[in-house]
């Protein structure tokens, strides 16, 4: 009996087989019942089982969705990118117990080429806040020399005299790097009726973000525009005010000036350009007379441009202020003609007594304010 059963099941299952029919047997979940309709799958003689395919879409349907993992892997990672370069960076720095020192940059991180501005604040610490100024009291009447050189050259430096800004305690000077590293800045100082001292500074000059080894001082939290060197607020609706004592040179910036702005914008173009001048006189085994010419002629048009433009608390020194200009505008013509005339030895004197009889002496009044008498400069060269 067993044999006759056998032997049928086997001959059914002949049977199917070659009607075309396949016997899929999956194997029982448990706790789920088996489904007859799933049981068994139609499939086309030789034709390849599609595995992990979706399914096709019937006429007049739309096609189904791909699953929620494959359009995740599909996007690729969003590229992060470094924050913005800040206008201005702030170091602060403890030289012992009793001075303060704090540098600022300007930009921020500079590229090689970019024209810096350099702004120290000099304060001594005290321990019993003042009632004027807090706990930190500004030393004006400091003579400060800065000396800056390349980290991979540091026996090769560069001296600036530091100029004392209109601020109590506030010194200044410009400097343009022109290689990508760090440089190094030491600020030797020397104070009336004090032993000398040096405050020491690094910066990188194009790199960023900052790389880890930045010299970031004690950490000084201060957002472009909320403050204009010390005790000073800009609002929201663009004015200056006050926020604390002001001091001598501090008057000029309570109210805002669209003269003044201009004239710094000026300015700012004319020193970077007057700079690349320098540049083309000294650089090179021997001056660039086409490149002088040019920008000699475009310096003078830029000093025109400050015409009238004379900062509002020196106003009564306007005719001077304009004679300085027209001077300058003179002397950058007469140097693009001894370009022009490729006389080397002229164009080197032509590009001192310019950057002397000009720049040095208007600044030194109508910049620095370190003067009201320039008399005490005298013209050199004529």
């Known amino acids: 009996m067993k044999k006759v ?6 001959a059914g299952a002949a049977v199917l087989l070659a009607s075309g029919v396949v016997l899929a047997i999956e194997p029982a979940v448990p706790g789920q019942k088996a489904d007859a309709k799933d049981t068994k799958k139609d ?9 992990g395919k979706a399914p096709e879409a019937k006429p007049g349907e739309a096609r189904p969705a791909d699953p929620p993992a494959a359009k995740d892997a599909a996007k690729p990672a969003a590229p992060q990118l470094p924050p913005p370069r800040p206008a201005f960076r702030t170091i602060l720095k403890k030289v012992g117990s009793e001075f303060v020192f704090t540098l600022r940059l300007k930009p921020g991180v500079p590229e090689p080429g970019d024209m ?3 702004t120290l604040d000099v304060a001594q610490a005290s321990q019993v806040p003042d009632p004027v100024y807090g706990d930190r009291i500004p030393l004006g009447g400091a003579t400060i020399v800065a000396k800056v050189a390349f980290d991979k050259a540091p026996d090769v430096a560069l001296k600036y005299k530091v100029q004392p800004y209109g601020d109590q305690g506030t010194y200044g000077f410009h400097y343009t790097p ?12 020397q104070l009336p009726e004090k032993d000398p001292f040096e405050a020491r500074f690094s910066f ?3 790199t960023w973000p ?3 080894d930045t010299d970031m001082g004690d950490p000084v939290e201060e957002a472009e525009g909320d403050r204009d060197r010390r005790g000073i607020r800009r609002t929201a609706g663009g004015s200056i005010t006050p926020v604390g004592p002001v001091g001598p040179g501090q008057e000029e910036h309570v109210v805002a000036s669209a003269k003044g702005e201009a004239l710094r914008g000026q300015m700012r173009k004319l020193e970077r350009l007057w700079l690349y001048v320098g540049k083309d006189v000294f650089a090179g085994r021997k001056p660039d007379m086409n490149a002088i010419a040019r920008e000699s002629e475009n310096a003078a048009t830029l000093a025109r441009k400050c015409s009238g433009l004379v900062p509002a608390k020196l106003s009564s020194d306007s005719a ?3 004679s300085l200009l027209n001077a300058f505008a003179g002397a950058s013509a007469d140097l693009s003609g001894a370009a022009k005339a490729t006389d080397a030895a002229k164009v080197v004197s032509a590009y001192h007594e310019a950057t002397y ?13 370190s003067t009201r008498e320039l008399n005490k400069y005298p013209v050199v060269g004529k």
Request: proline share 10%; net charge neutral; charged share 20%.
């Open 178 to 189: 022109e290689q990508i590293g760090k440089y190094l800045m030491t600020f030797s100082v």
């Open 210 to 212: 900052l790389p880890p």
């Open 116 to 118: 810096v501005e350099y």
């Open 357 to 369: 009889n000009s720049c040095t002496r208007c600044h030194v009044k109508f910049r620095f304010q």
């Open 5 to 10: 059963i056998i032997v049928a099941v086997l």
């Open 320 to 322: 001077e202020f304009e």
């Open 204 to 206: 990188p000059v194009g």
């Open 43 to 51: 499939t086309a003689p030789g034709a390849p089982a599609d595995k």
